[in-house]
């Protein structure tokens, strides 16, 4: 039973276009949403972040967006550098309230790939 | 470097014998989780510390594996009798008390099971 659900498997994207990366929860307990990036051989890195009480939030070229009734956010990087080519991995937690877990359930990630 | 750090990077066991990660994180960080993660998935949730309590533990947690976090500073994480499914990244990360939903994960070991 997979709880967060990343379905496209790989993105090809030109150099300065804009990607978007989709993610889709079940859990309805989940209250804060987070994005990582993975390079090979290393732990994630924390890229961005939103809580359930808001439905975008931006970092520089990075704009993440809730949809609570559709259960999906998605990462928008604009524009894309060759450099953001990585496994994106979509994460979800139940304890921004306090009441519910901190544990984060992943995705099983997006290999982004721009191309120059 | 003041980011999560784990020892070692790399290791390389045979079938049976016992293994210890060590994890070290941010130091002003109150809370700290062990996830692993296979090739081709996501990390997968295995236990959490707050301080120095064990307040949560994975199903993926079998009686193989213990986890301590003594002094509410570093943490280890043992694995007993290994077998060729722990062949795994072991990743740890810490959260702050401020904003405790965020992880910052360490480098990770990678372990294989020969």
């Known amino acids: 039973d997979q709880q967060v659900k990343q379905n496209s498997p790989s993105l090809s994207v030109q150099e300065g276009r804009i990607s978007i990366l989709n993610c889709d929860y079940t859990?309805?307990?989940?209250?804060?949403f987070l994005w990582y990036k993975k390079y090979p051989a290393e732990g994630p890195t924390f890229l961005i972040s939103?809580?359930?009480?808001?439905d975008k939030n931006e970092d520089g070229r990075f704009t993440v967006f809730l949809n609570k009734s559709a259960k999906h956010l998605s990462l928008h990087i604009v524009p894309s550098q060759p450099g953001d080519s990585a496994v994106y991995f979509c994460?979800?937690?139940?304890?921004?309230?306090?009441?519910?877990?901190?544990?984060?359930?992943f995705g099983k990630g997006t290999k982004l790939s721009v191309i120059p | 470097d003041t980011g999560v750090s784990q020892d070692p990077r790399h290791k390389i066991t045979k079938r049976g014998q016992n293994v210890t990660f060590r994890c070290d994180p941010i130091?002003?960080?109150?809370?700290l989780y062990w996830y692993r993660q296979t090739l081709g998935q996501g990390p997968e949730f295995l236990t959490y510390?707050?301080?120095?309590?064990?307040?949560?533990k994975s199903r993926l947690l079998s009686d193989r594996f213990s986890a301590e976090r003594p002094k509410g500073s570093f943490s280890t994480l043992e694995i007993q009798r290994t077998e060729q499914g722990d062949s795994a990244m072991y990743l740890c990360?810490?959260?702050?008390?401020?904003?405790?939903?965020?992880?910052?994960f360490g480098q990770g070991t990678r372990l294989t099971v020969v």
């Open positions: 990360a810490s959260s702050s008390p401020l904003r405790g939903t965020e992880a910052f």
């Open positions: 859990n309805s307990m989940f209250d804060y």
């Open positions: 939103i809580s359930s009480i808001k």
């Open positions: 994460a979800a937690s139940a304890g921004y309230s306090g009441a519910g877990s901190y544990q984060l359930t």
């Open positions: 130091s002003e960080h109150n809370r």
């Open positions: 510390f707050q301080n120095e309590a064990q307040l949560e």
